[in-house]
């Protein structure tokens, strides 16, 4: 009984083998049918050296993969120490300076010690020294102390009579080698008051009338002469000749000598070197000392 056992399995068993070859066989006839399998590309050689990864076998255990050895780190015996840079911008040391107030509204008494005139230009240098010893509560200023300033305005007569300007400005008072700041104004030049921190010439206008008239005043001077001379004689008759003509040209010559002087200019303004000034502070000043 277990013969024929055996002996079904065995066949069936190569029956299945058998089934399963022929449909292998009818799957392949069935891709060429239906596909070009002469189209297609070779299949790449592959040889053993390609092969990145093998297993090696040595007896029953398997050989282990070689393990790159892990690289050495070594510690550097070398110390980041600090350089001094020795190229750097020297600090001033401090110095102890001290200041005396001058007070706002201090007049001081200076003269030129430069020429300067209208036709100066703006932003040019004057200089001038103190007159008198000034006093403030720790220390006095010798006089002959420099105080230097700056034109800020200034221009050359004008027409309409207008006379030549010129302003200057106080910037700084040098004391004992050390420059101080400070901001001050003329106030009077040559004992004359100055308006506006300006040094105006004087107006021409009137000037100018004057100028225009004097020719014609001559004239009627003259007419008048030989008028009295005629009046007193026979030629009297003629008095109205002689009178007529220098009057009728003092009458239209003062008429026109107005709008004549409107193309007149004014005076030019002048400062000589040691001409007397008085400069008044607009602002406090700290003397250094």
């Given at each position: 009984?277990?013969?024929?056992?055996?002996?079904?399995?065995f066949?069936?068993?190569n029956a299945?083998?058998?089934?399963?070859v022929?449909?292998?066989?009818?799957?392949?006839?069935?891709?060429?049918?239906?596909?070009?399998t002469?189209?297609?590309?070779?299949?790449?050689?592959?040889?053993?050296?390609?092969?990145?990864s093998?297993?090696i076998?040595?007896?029953?255990?398997?050989?282990?993969?070689?393990?790159p050895?892990?690289?050495t780190?070594?510690?550097?015996?070398?110390?980041?120490t600090?350089?001094?840079k020795?190229?750097?911008?020297k600090?001033p040391?401090k110095?102890?300076?001290?200041?005396s107030?001058?007070?706002?509204?201090?007049k001081?008494?200076?003269?030129?010690?430069?020429?300067v005139?209208?036709?100066t230009?703006?932003?040019?240098?004057?200089?001038?020294?103190?007159?008198a010893?000034?006093?403030?509560?720790?220390?006095?200023?010798?006089?002959?102390?420099?105080?230097?300033?700056?034109?800020?305005?200034?221009?050359?007569?004008q027409?309409l009579?207008?006379?030549g300007?010129?302003?200057?400005?106080?910037?700084?008072?040098?004391?004992?080698?050390?420059?101080?700041?400070?901001?001050g104004?003329?106030?009077?030049?040559?004992?004359?008051?100055?308006?506006?921190?300006?040094v105006?010439?004087?107006?021409?206008?009137f000037k100018g009338?004057?100028?225009?008239?004097?020719?014609?005043?001559?004239?009627?001077g003259?007419?008048?002469?030989?008028?009295?001379?005629?009046?007193?004689?026979?030629?009297?008759?003629?008095?109205?000749?002689?009178?007529?003509?220098?009057?009728?040209?003092?009458v239209?010559?003062?008429?026109v000598?107005?709008v004549?002087?409107?193309?007149?200019?004014?005076?030019?303004?002048?400062?000589?070197?040691?001409?007397?000034?008085?400069?008044k502070?607009?602002?406090?000043?700290?003397i250094?000392?």
């Open positions: 009984m277990k013969k024929v056992l055996v002996l079904v399995i066949f069936i068993l299945m083998v058998v089934s399963a022929e449909a292998d066989d009818s799957i392949d006839e069935f891709i060429k049918k239906e596909y070009n002469s189209s297609l590309p070779a299949l790449p050689k592959t040889s053993p050296k390609s092969v990145e093998k297993t076998f040595s007896g029953n255990k398997p050989a282990q993969a070689e393990v050895s892990a690289p780190i070594t510690k550097s015996t070398e110390t980041n600090p350089t001094l020795t190229d750097l911008p600090v040391q110095i102890n300076v001290r200041t107030k001058l007070g706002w509204g201090k001081i008494n200076v003269k030129f010690n430069t020429n005139s209208d036709r230009s703006k932003g040019a240098k004057v200089t001038f020294i103190t007159q010893p000034v006093v403030t509560k720790h220390l006095t200023l010798p006089s002959g102390t420099v105080i230097y300033g700056t034109v800020v305005n200034s221009h050359a007569p027409m009579g207008n006379g300007l010129i302003a200057i400005k106080a910037d700084y008072i040098k004391y004992n080698g050390r420059t101080s700041y400070c901001e104004k003329l106030v009077n030049l040559n004992h004359k008051a100055v308006l506006f921190n300006n105006k010439g004087d107006n021409g206008y009338i004057q100028k225009v008239r004097q020719p014609a005043k001559t004239f009627y003259k007419s008048m002469k030989v008028t009295k001379k005629l009046w007193n004689g026979p030629g009297a008759i003629l008095t109205p000749f002689t009178y007529l003509p220098g009057a009728v040209f003092l239209g010559d003062t008429v000598s107005p004549i002087a409107l193309f007149h200019k004014g005076d030019n303004v002048y400062i000589n070197k040691g001409t007397t000034a008085t400069i502070l607009t602002s406090p000043a700290y250094e000392y």
